[in-house]
């Protein structure tokens, strides 16, 4: 997922160090050299949603919050 939403839909098939020729990618368009604790918080956070019976992003599903999360990954890593 993390590689999905980094360096696009396209490098999920494709072997590490296997040349692509699509368009660049997030991490490549932001200058992201190094992956950061927020980088996997956010990962985590946007799989989270995406699992959950939520159509719309809220910061909250029921009792479980999606701020205190990211940033309780961010202190754990």
Wanted: glycine share 6%; aromatic share 12%.
């Amino acid at each position: 997922v993390f590689r999905h939403m980094f360096k696009g839909p396209s490098s999920v098939l494709v072997k590490d160090g296997e040349a692509i020729t699509t368009r660049s990618g997030n991490a490549k368009l932001h200058n992201m050299l190094k992956v950061e604790a927020e980088h996997v918080a956010y990962t985590f956070v946007q799989c989270h949603f995406s699992i959950s019976s939520r159509d719309k992003w809220q910061s909250t599903d029921g009792a479980y919050n999606y701020n205190d999360a990211y940033y309780r990954i961010i202190q754990a890593i």
